[in-house]
């Protein structure tokens, strides 16, 4: 008889396109979502831990919000860790935190939202410390361009302090990035009897730690 051959699918040009399409008809749908609403209210949403077909458009959030290139390890990492949320609403993805353990606690490595000021960054972060503290988790870090003052203002009023300055710290986003690239690495310590990490006017800051190549807007 004639030997079996494994034939491997791969998806065809129409297959594919329907699949922007879909992609494209969430993303206006949640565009639409968010003009409804009344100025400082917040978009409803879930969170859910990352999953693999997730990826092509937590991809295409980074591109589009952070000026940084990021690698496809670095995001299959991301799925690795059991610390990385995605933002979800309505089946589409609004924002996506990617977190490690590192140097004994978690490392934000990006904090990324399709829209600004909706309350979606920090629910990723407020859901991030209450996970953390109830982990045993005592610390939370990140780094944050010295001329991000919104950023810095923000990460202050949640609790943030900073640590030490990491001179030229962005070297490697200079085309992007104004003068000096220097990096503030700031701490969170957590406490049982803390407040909660954010409060209701606390907007929506998108962050990025690319390690070694990292940058914060």
């Not at 922007?20 to 917040?42: F, H, I, S, W």
């Not at 940084?68 to 949320?85: G, H, I, K, P, T």
């Not at 410390?129 to 870090?141: D, M, T, V």
Request: charged residues 25%; hydrophobic residues 40%.
């Amino acid at each position: 008889g004639q030997p079996n051959h494994l034939v491997r699918f791969v998806p065809g040009p129409c297959r594919m396109g329907n699949a922007r399409q879909r992609m494209k008809k969430r993303e206006e749908k949640l565009r639409t979502a968010v003009e409804c609403l009344d100025p400082g209210n917040r978009l409803s949403i879930s969170l859910v831990s990352l999953r693999a077909e997730m990826l092509p458009h937590i991809k295409r959030l980074h591109k589009a919000r952070l000026p940084v290139s990021y690698s496809d390890q670095y995001f299959n990492e991301a799925l690795q860790s059991s610390w990385s949320r995605a933002a979800m609403y309505e089946g589409t993805i609004a924002g996506a935190l990617i977190c490690k353990e590192m140097d004994g606690g978690l490392r934000v490595q990006s904090l990324v939202a399709a829209v600004p000021r909706r309350g979606i960054g920090s629910k990723l972060l407020r859901n991030l410390c209450h996970e953390a503290e109830k982990s045993g988790i005592q610390k939370l870090s990140l780094h944050v361009h010295v001329r991000n003052e919104a950023a810095i203002a923000l990460y202050k009023m949640l609790g943030f302090r900073t640590e030490r300055r990491k001179p030229n710290y962005y070297f490697r986003s200079a085309a992007t990035l104004e003068e000096p690239l220097d990096a503030l690495f700031m701490v969170l310590d957590i406490k049982a009897d803390s407040e909660p990490l954010a409060g209701p006017g606390v907007s929506c800051v998108e962050i990025s730690d690319d390690e070694p190549s990292s940058c914060v807007l």
